[in-house]
Protein backbone atom coordinates (compact mmCIF):
# COMPACT_ATOMS: atom_id res chain seq x y z
CA UNK A 1 0.00 0.00 0.00
CA UNK A 2 1.08 3.43 -1.38
CA UNK A 3 1.99 5.66 1.94
CA UNK A 4 0.50 9.41 2.00
CA UNK A 5 3.42 10.89 1.28
CA UNK A 6 5.62 13.89 2.97
CA UNK A 7 3.99 17.45 3.49
CA UNK A 8 4.08 19.30 0.12
CA UNK A 9 5.57 22.83 0.65
CA UNK A 10 2.96 25.52 1.24
CA UNK A 11 1.14 27.10 -1.31
CA UNK A 12 1.44 30.96 -1.59
CA UNK A 13 3.29 32.97 0.06
CA UNK A 14 5.47 31.59 2.62
CA UNK A 15 8.86 32.74 4.25
CA UNK A 16 11.02 29.72 2.90
CA UNK A 17 14.32 30.95 0.55
CA UNK A 18 14.73 29.25 -2.99
CA UNK A 19 17.50 27.89 -1.53
CA UNK A 20 15.36 25.97 1.22
CA UNK A 21 12.46 25.28 -1.01
CA UNK A 22 15.16 23.43 -3.60
CA UNK A 23 16.17 21.49 -0.64
CA UNK A 24 13.26 20.49 0.48
CA UNK A 25 12.22 19.22 -2.23
CA UNK A 26 15.60 17.75 -3.72
CA UNK A 27 15.75 15.96 -0.29
CA UNK A 28 11.60 14.55 -0.99
CA UNK A 29 12.83 13.26 -4.11
CA UNK A 30 15.47 10.95 -2.83
CA UNK A 31 13.49 9.82 0.25
CA UNK A 32 10.72 8.88 -2.18
CA UNK A 33 12.57 6.92 -4.32
CA UNK A 34 14.43 5.30 -1.66
CA UNK A 35 11.25 3.97 0.14
CA UNK A 36 8.79 3.44 -3.10
CA UNK A 37 12.23 1.00 -4.59
CA UNK A 38 11.95 -0.66 -1.21
CA UNK A 39 8.22 -1.31 -1.74
CA UNK A 40 7.82 -2.41 -5.52
CA UNK A 41 11.15 -2.76 -6.37
CA UNK A 42 13.40 -0.86 -8.93
CA UNK A 43 11.91 -2.22 -11.90
CA UNK A 44 8.65 -1.78 -11.07
CA UNK A 45 9.07 1.76 -9.77
CA UNK A 46 7.86 4.76 -12.14
CA UNK A 47 8.91 8.53 -12.20
CA UNK A 48 5.22 8.99 -11.35
CA UNK A 49 5.29 7.22 -8.10
CA UNK A 50 7.98 9.14 -6.52
CA UNK A 51 6.26 12.24 -7.31
CA UNK A 52 3.53 10.87 -5.58
CA UNK A 53 5.58 9.86 -2.61
CA UNK A 54 7.43 13.47 -2.41
CA UNK A 55 4.60 15.49 -3.30
CA UNK A 56 6.31 17.39 -6.36
CA UNK A 57 5.69 18.10 -9.94
CA UNK A 58 6.81 16.15 -12.94
CA UNK A 59 8.43 19.65 -13.89
CA UNK A 60 10.42 19.71 -10.18
CA UNK A 61 11.53 16.23 -10.55
CA UNK A 62 13.39 16.98 -13.98
CA UNK A 63 14.79 20.51 -12.31
CA UNK A 64 16.92 18.06 -10.28
CA UNK A 65 17.12 14.81 -12.04
CA UNK A 66 17.52 13.84 -15.89
CA UNK A 67 15.53 10.30 -14.94
CA UNK A 68 14.65 7.78 -12.62
CA UNK A 69 18.39 6.00 -12.76
CA UNK A 70 20.42 9.40 -11.83
CA UNK A 71 17.66 9.96 -8.98
CA UNK A 72 18.66 6.44 -7.65
CA UNK A 73 22.25 6.98 -8.15
CA UNK A 74 22.15 10.39 -6.71
CA UNK A 75 20.21 8.55 -3.55
CA UNK A 76 22.39 5.60 -3.52
CA UNK A 77 25.61 7.77 -3.08
CA UNK A 78 23.86 10.23 -0.41
CA UNK A 79 23.00 6.95 1.68
CA UNK A 80 26.62 5.81 1.27
CA UNK A 81 28.38 8.37 2.03
CA UNK A 82 26.22 9.23 5.20
CA UNK A 83 26.74 5.58 6.54
CA UNK A 84 30.39 6.04 6.24
CA UNK A 85 30.45 9.15 8.19
CA UNK A 86 29.01 7.24 10.87
CA UNK A 87 31.32 4.14 10.88
CA UNK A 88 34.11 6.65 10.63
CA UNK A 89 33.24 8.78 13.54
CA UNK A 90 32.05 5.41 15.50
CA UNK A 91 35.71 4.32 14.97
CA UNK A 92 37.34 6.43 17.61
CA UNK A 93 40.45 8.42 17.69
CA UNK A 94 43.74 6.62 16.71
CA UNK A 95 45.71 5.10 19.22
CA UNK A 96 42.82 2.46 20.29
CA UNK A 97 43.39 -1.09 19.71
CA UNK A 98 42.13 -1.75 16.17
CA UNK A 99 39.66 -4.87 17.03
CA UNK A 100 38.16 -1.94 19.63
CA UNK A 101 37.56 0.44 16.71
CA UNK A 102 36.33 -2.33 14.39
CA UNK A 103 34.28 -3.67 16.59
CA UNK A 104 32.76 0.10 16.88
CA UNK A 105 32.64 0.51 13.29
CA UNK A 106 30.65 -2.58 12.67
CA UNK A 107 28.03 -2.15 15.58
CA UNK A 108 27.69 1.42 13.95
CA UNK A 109 27.04 0.10 10.59
CA UNK A 110 24.51 -2.83 11.52
CA UNK A 111 22.62 -0.74 13.75
CA UNK A 112 22.43 1.70 10.89
CA UNK A 113 21.14 -0.72 8.39
CA UNK A 114 18.65 -2.24 10.90
CA UNK A 115 17.27 1.37 11.70
CA UNK A 116 16.56 2.35 7.91
CA UNK A 117 15.05 -1.01 6.82
CA UNK A 118 13.93 1.02 3.61
CA UNK A 119 17.46 2.37 2.99
CA UNK A 120 19.04 -1.55 3.40
CA UNK A 121 16.35 -2.99 0.59
CA UNK A 122 16.11 -0.42 -1.81
CA UNK A 123 20.65 -0.29 -1.71
CA UNK A 124 21.81 -3.58 -0.72
CA UNK A 125 19.34 -5.57 -2.71
CA UNK A 126 17.48 -3.39 -5.47
CA UNK A 127 20.48 -1.64 -6.66
CA UNK A 128 21.68 -4.73 -8.88
CA UNK A 129 18.14 -4.00 -11.15
CA UNK A 130 19.84 -0.61 -11.64
CA UNK A 131 22.64 -1.73 -14.49
CA UNK A 132 26.27 -1.56 -14.43
CA UNK A 133 26.01 2.37 -13.39
CA UNK A 134 25.07 1.33 -9.89
CA UNK A 135 27.12 -2.08 -9.75
CA UNK A 136 30.10 0.18 -10.55
CA UNK A 137 29.65 2.47 -7.57
CA UNK A 138 28.89 0.00 -5.64
CA UNK A 139 31.63 -1.65 -6.11
CA UNK A 140 33.61 1.91 -5.33
CA UNK A 141 31.64 2.29 -1.87
CA UNK A 142 32.66 -1.28 -1.30
CA UNK A 143 36.30 -0.32 -1.51
CA UNK A 144 36.17 2.42 0.32
CA UNK A 145 34.89 0.53 3.36
CA UNK A 146 37.56 -2.20 2.90
CA UNK A 147 40.25 0.84 3.12
CA UNK A 148 38.17 1.91 6.22
CA UNK A 149 38.21 -1.46 7.94
CA UNK A 150 42.44 -2.24 6.31
CA UNK A 151 43.22 1.11 8.77
CA UNK A 152 42.02 -0.29 11.65
CA UNK A 153 43.21 -3.26 11.79
CA UNK A 154 46.90 -2.29 10.39
CA UNK A 155 47.58 -0.86 13.92
CA UNK A 156 47.46 -4.15 15.02
CA UNK A 157 51.03 -6.09 14.18
CA UNK A 158 49.03 -10.03 14.04
CA UNK A 159 46.95 -8.20 11.05
CA UNK A 160 50.10 -6.92 9.19
CA UNK A 161 51.90 -10.44 9.58
CA UNK A 162 49.15 -12.07 7.45
CA UNK A 163 50.42 -13.09 3.50
CA UNK A 164 48.11 -10.41 2.37
CA UNK A 165 46.40 -7.98 4.80
CA UNK A 166 44.48 -6.06 2.64
CA UNK A 167 43.26 -8.97 0.78
CA UNK A 168 41.60 -10.26 4.20
CA UNK A 169 40.35 -6.88 4.50
CA UNK A 170 38.39 -7.51 0.97
CA UNK A 171 37.45 -10.76 2.27
CA UNK A 172 35.82 -9.42 5.54
CA UNK A 173 33.94 -6.74 4.13
CA UNK A 174 32.90 -9.27 1.39
CA UNK A 175 31.92 -11.88 3.89
CA UNK A 176 30.08 -9.27 5.75
CA UNK A 177 27.98 -7.66 3.22
CA UNK A 178 26.52 -11.36 2.33
CA UNK A 179 25.51 -12.18 5.69
CA UNK A 180 24.28 -8.61 5.72
CA UNK A 181 22.30 -8.78 2.45
CA UNK A 182 20.79 -12.27 3.18
CA UNK A 183 18.78 -10.80 6.10
CA UNK A 184 17.85 -8.15 4.62
CA UNK A 185 16.49 -9.87 1.59
CA UNK A 186 14.31 -12.50 4.12
CA UNK A 187 13.03 -8.71 5.89
CA UNK A 188 15.13 -9.89 9.53
CA UNK A 189 16.82 -6.29 9.78
CA UNK A 190 16.27 -6.76 13.45
CA UNK A 191 18.56 -9.61 13.74
CA UNK A 192 21.28 -7.37 11.95
CA UNK A 193 23.14 -6.31 15.36
CA UNK A 194 23.68 -9.44 16.45
CA UNK A 195 26.36 -10.46 13.45
CA UNK A 196 28.86 -8.29 15.42
CA UNK A 197 29.94 -11.36 17.63
CA UNK A 198 30.22 -13.82 15.01
CA UNK A 199 31.95 -11.48 13.06
CA UNK A 200 34.25 -10.26 15.46
CA UNK A 201 34.96 -13.64 16.39
CA UNK A 202 35.75 -15.20 13.19
CA UNK A 203 38.32 -11.59 12.87
CA UNK A 204 39.90 -12.84 16.21
CA UNK A 205 40.65 -16.00 14.34
CA UNK A 206 42.13 -14.38 11.67
CA UNK A 207 44.51 -12.67 13.61
CA UNK A 208 45.05 -15.05 16.34
CA UNK A 209 44.54 -18.88 15.25
CA UNK A 210 45.58 -20.57 18.23
CA UNK A 211 42.48 -18.81 20.10
Known amino acids: MDSPGYDALPRGRHHLTREQVVASQR ?17 RTSVADVLKRARVSRETFYEHFSDKQECFLTAFEEN ?4 L ?38 FLLEVYAVGPPA ?60 LREPIMAHVRTLIDPAR
Not at 27 to 43: F, N, S
Request: aromatic share 6%.
Open 85 to 122: EVVERAAGPAGEPGLTRLERTLVAYLEGLAGDPAGART
Open 27 to 43: YRLLQGITEVVAEKGYL
Open 135 to 194: AARRFQIQRRFVELINGLLRDDDRWLRLPDPEFASRMVVGGVAALVTGLVAQGDHAALPA
Open 80 to 83: AELL
